[in-house]
């Protein structure tokens, strides 16, 4: 079975189109692996909402959706006005406006996001969480560090099981190594095999005008793609 997984959409519905087309995705066989952070920032996070909610209906168990920290905003939704300032500053009202016009209420999509989004993901050749990872097993690495933390990963200092992740806006995929050294941008378009530790982040700042990353897994070699994305 293809596993193919994708990078923060941040609402970016006609770029997660045209990337599951340009991986030739097939919703009766391939599995689908949407590391977190649906909406917010791009225009038609009700367009993504509903076009994830279908796709798990229809993919079942074949469908995965990380949360992310956008998730865990829309959820908790927090009556501090830290919190809701916070919110306002990474793109709610951008989701507001798509639920609106599209006659919705985006609190209506909640009871979705808490039944459907997990905080990890562990497959046999790798595992996926949404921001980052500090000891091996997801399960022993607290809530921030897993959807929140911006910096673990760029520290370059994880060795431990291939982990895939989203959410540090980088202009390339990168992976890094543990080695604490700079991560290495991974080119699109080519085989190569599967790294077998370190972090490989897909989040290439689509909302931002950079571009949306797809990551195609056949056993133990992948392949990249992109769409390139406008502000």
Not at 12 to 22: G, I, R
Not at 75 to 88: A, C, G, Q, T, V
Request: proline fraction near 3%.
């Amino acid at each position: 079975m293809r596993t193919i997984l994708i990078g923060d959409i941040h609402g970016c519905y006609d770029q997660f189109e045209q990337l599951l087309k340009k991986a030739f995705f097939d919703e009766t066989r391939d599995r689908l692996i949407l590391l977190g952070d649906l909406m917010d920032r791009g225009r038609d996070s009700c367009r993504v909402y509903h076009q994830a909610a279908e796709l798990q209906r229809k993919m079942g168990s074949r469908f995965v959706l990380l949360r992310g920290s956008h998730e865990k905003m829309l959820l908790n939704d927090s009556p501090r006005l830290r919190d809701r300032l916070l919110w306002r500053l990474v793109g709610k009202g951008a989701t507001l406006r798509s639920f609106r016009q599209h006659n919705e209420r985006m609190e209506d999509s909640i009871t979705w996001f808490r039944a459907h989004s997990v905080m990890y993901h562990v497959d046999h050749h790798f595992q996926c969480v949404h921001a980052a990872i500090r000891n091996e097993n997801p399960a022993d690495n607290n809530e921030y560090t897993l959807l929140m933390d911006h910096r673990l990963t760029k520290k370059n200092l994880y060795a431990g099981k291939l982990t895939i992740t989203g959410h540090i806006h980088l202009k390339e995929p990168t992976w890094f190594d543990g080695s604490g050294r700079k991560g290495q941008p991974l080119p699109y378009g080519e085989w190569l095999p599967l790294p077998a530790k370190g972090v490989i982040c897909l989040d290439t700042g689509c909302a931002e005008g950079n571009k949306l990353t797809a990551m195609i897994v056949i056993d133990e070699q992948y392949l990249l793609h992109c769409i390139k994305c406008k502000n």
